[in-house]
């Protein structure tokens, strides 16, 4: 669709805004009396509801919370708004989802988050994806202009600029973020805008903002790039049922809000009154039955929150070499190229997105060199923003492309956490399975790399193992990396794969073919009677020396390289420690909240382990401390293979 020709239907918009404003209204009967616990109110935004008038098959909307007369004009049944509001088992994400989180994958209605602006990258992914595939589709994004001071705004409004991505902002300006102004604060006001056409709009007038929308509409589905339609309007109720405006406004801000309600004014303007009350009555009538009904729904069992975290990973096929591959020795850096490559040939909708990772350069590790240009516009140079890495990467998705993102270094996904704990790892269980995200973010990590200090060292593993809907493995070898990247392609949902960098330049030889490693699966490396002593990622090597000094070279140790941590194998650990009596984890990472800690929990608490042990379990990792730039550091506070032989002689009383 075009849309310039489109011509105003005012009846559809009145009647979606009528209909949305008895849906607040019976919601907040419903908080009022007990019935529901949470409502957010849309009750003055109702006017955004002309905004479908422009949106057509194959456009996606990244909801804001107030969009309930929009959502209705999309087609959304009120039954659909009465389960969210109550969290009834057959709303769309099945009850896990707040009132005013909005998703539809049927009417390109993404699924929302609470964390204020953070949809505002995905849809730029899924512009960029349609803009790829030459797609005549846009993204509509809306927010409220008290969110637009959040980093990912500006990241997105940066991105889409920088790409020219067919993305319409739409901020819904009501001038409060809860309860502070925001006339003085939001970015349009503070003048930092200029990079972007904005179009200012009356918020409140259907009419006005459908004349103006339509303009602005048809630039960015024409490929004028992106565009922010800066819409005033009145926020007439408190922030949510939680919050009472008459805290901190005065009576009469709040008078000559209501005096200008756009419901009101839109209604007294296409009249007769008497019809709009008709349509009123109408509305209040069919709102009241089904809400009713609804009540009466059956809540989700809670049993079923633990479904559709992750999709089971498929049993992929092996990865085979080409024919004429002739090394027969690889780095691990190596082998992630040579995975990456072949990842790009069996899958044509892959792309890889990350800080120079363009040839000539192809990453600072050179782990992607070769690849731009083997496969020319599918590798992307990113800007330096780690948010926006990560929070394309499920717009990417849901535009049907599969996307690889490489962070430059484990030590700076900081900036990249909420996208990816709030976002990416969220987004099939919050939609119920409507939307996955089936990304591999891999990085390099860990120490024992003299030189590296501080923030180039950190093995920061747990932070990602916490997060419900992620994957993590770390490879120690160059076929357990082909052989994770290689499952992680053909997985579901996100894969985060840490990379140990001391490894990158180790050779080793590898197999012609390598089975896709199933997550879950460790690699028994050694088999023993004495201990078990668990290790991965740079501490196999640690583990491997170890076992060769005098004090631990007579005790017959059985060693799992863990390789993937979420999911663990529990099972070959539990078997082993139950015939051992004795196990040893020794990870890089500090051990407060570590994998070692989840690890010695399960041991102690399932009664046959327990029973088993003849001596303590014990971790041995960097104690809680950061690693500093001097070598002497490293050494210091990183497992060595003298510690770790001495644990093991003391714990199994080897001579
Ligand atoms: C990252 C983040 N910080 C804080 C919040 C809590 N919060 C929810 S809405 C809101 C105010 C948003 O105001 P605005 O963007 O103007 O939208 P409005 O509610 O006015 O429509 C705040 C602080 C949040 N959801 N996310």
Same mark, same amino acid.
């Given at each position: 669709m075009d849309g310039s020709e489109v011509a105003f239907e005012p009846r559809l918009a009145l009647e979606a805004m009528v209909l949305s404003r008895e849906c607040d209204r019976r919601e907040a009967i419903l908080v009022r009396q007990g019935k529901a616990p949470f409502h957010v109110s849309s009750v003055g935004h109702e006017a955004l509801a002309v905004l479908a008038q422009l949106i057509g098959p194959g456009d996606q909307v990244f909801p804001h919370y107030r969009d309930k007369a929009l959502m209705l004009a999309l087609g959304t049944p009120v039954r659909e708004l009465a389960r969210l509001l109550l969290g009834k088992a057959a709303s769309l994400a099945n009850g896990r989802q707040m009132p005013g989180h909005f998703g539809d994958r049927s009417r390109g209605v993404w699924s929302a988050l609470s964390p204020v602006a953070h949809h505002l990258l995905p849809a730029c992914g899924f512009a960029w994806a349609m803009q790829r595939q030459g797609l005549p589709h846009v993204a509509v994004a809306l927010t409220g202009e008290a969110s637009c001071r959040q980093g990912e705004f500006f990241e997105a409004v940066a991105f889409a600029v920088e790409r020219r991505l067919p993305v319409l902002f739409v901020v819904e300006d009501n001038g409060l973020g809860i309860s502070t102004p925001t006339a003085h604060l939001n970015p349009l006001a503070l003048g930092m805008l200029d990079g972007v056409k904005v179009t200012r709009a009356d918020g409140r007038d259907p009419e006005a903002l459908f004349a103006v929308a339509r303009r602005v509409m048809h630039g960015v589905r024409g490929g004028a790039g992106p565009a922010i339609l800066w819409c005033e309007l009145d926020r007439l109720e408190g922030h949510s049922s939680f919050d009472d405006q008459r805290g901190y406004l005065p009576e009469e801000v709040i008078r000559a809000k209501w005096e200008r309600d756009p419901v009101a004014a839109f209604a007294a303007r296409l009249g007769p009154q008497s019809e709009v009350e008709t349509l009123r009555q109408r509305f209040a009538d069919e709102v009241y039955a089904t809400f009713q009904e609804v009540l009466d729904e059956p809540d989700p069992?809670?049993?079923?929150?633990?479904?559709?975290?992750?999709?089971?990973?498929g049993e992929p096929p092996p990865f085979r070499f080409p $024919? &004429?591959?002739?090394?027969k020795r690889w780095s691990l850096a190596r082998a992630v190229g040579v995975a990456l490559g072949a990842i790009f040939e069996h899958d044509p909708k892959t792309v890889l997105f990350g $800080? &120079?990772?363009?040839?000539?350069?192809?990453g600072v590790f050179g782990l992607t060199r070769g690849l731009s240009t083997r496969f020319p516009g599918r590798v992307h140079n990113s800007p330096l923003a780690e948010a926006t890495i990560a929070g394309v990467a499920p717009g990417l998705a849901g535009g049907g492309i599969r996307p690889i993102l490489e962070m430059q270094f484990a030590d700076f996904c900081g900036p990249a956490m909420s996208q990816i704990v709030n976002d990416l790892a969220t987004l099939r269980w919050r939609s119920a399975g409507a939307w996955t995200c089936p990304a591999v973010i891999y990085a390099p990590y860990g120490g024992y790399v003299a030189g590296a200090g501080m923030w180039h060292s950190q093995a920061c593993e747990a932070a990602f193992c916490q997060i419900p809907g992620l994957r993590v493995a770390v490879p120690s070898s160059p076929a357990d990396a082909v052989g994770l990247f290689w499952a992680a392609a053909h997985a579901d949902d996100p894969t985060v794969i840490l990379l140990p960098?001391?490894?990158?330049q180790v050779s080793e030889p590898v197999p012609a073919e390598i089975p896709a490693i199933a997550f879950g699966k460790a690699a028994r490396l050694r088999q023993g009677d004495d201990i078990t002593v668990i290790c991965w990622g740079n501490t196999v090597r640690v583990v491997g020396d170890a076992l060769r000094l005098p004090q631990a070279a007579s005790v017959s140790a059985e060693v799992f390289d863990l390789r993937s941590l979420v999911p663990w194998d529990r099972v070959a650990v539990m078997d082993s420690v139950a015939r051992t009596g004795r196990l040893l984890v020794v990870q890089e990472?500090?051990?407060?909240?570590g994998v070692g800690q989840m690890i010695v929990a399960e041991i102690c608490a399932d009664a046959r382990t327990w029973a088993s042990l003849k001596t303590p379990p014990l971790i041995l990792g960097r104690p809680d401390v950061h690693i500093g730039f001097s070598g002497a550091y490293g050494d210091a506070y990183l497992p060595q293979p003298q510690a770790v032989a001495e644990r093991i002689r003391d714990m199994t009383g080897a001579p």
């Open positions: 069992s809670p049993k079923a929150a633990l479904d559709g975290r992750l999709a089971p990973a $024919e &004429d591959y002739a090394e $800080e &120079d990772v363009d040839d000539p350069k192809g960098k001391r490894l990158f990472d500090n051990v407060s909240g």
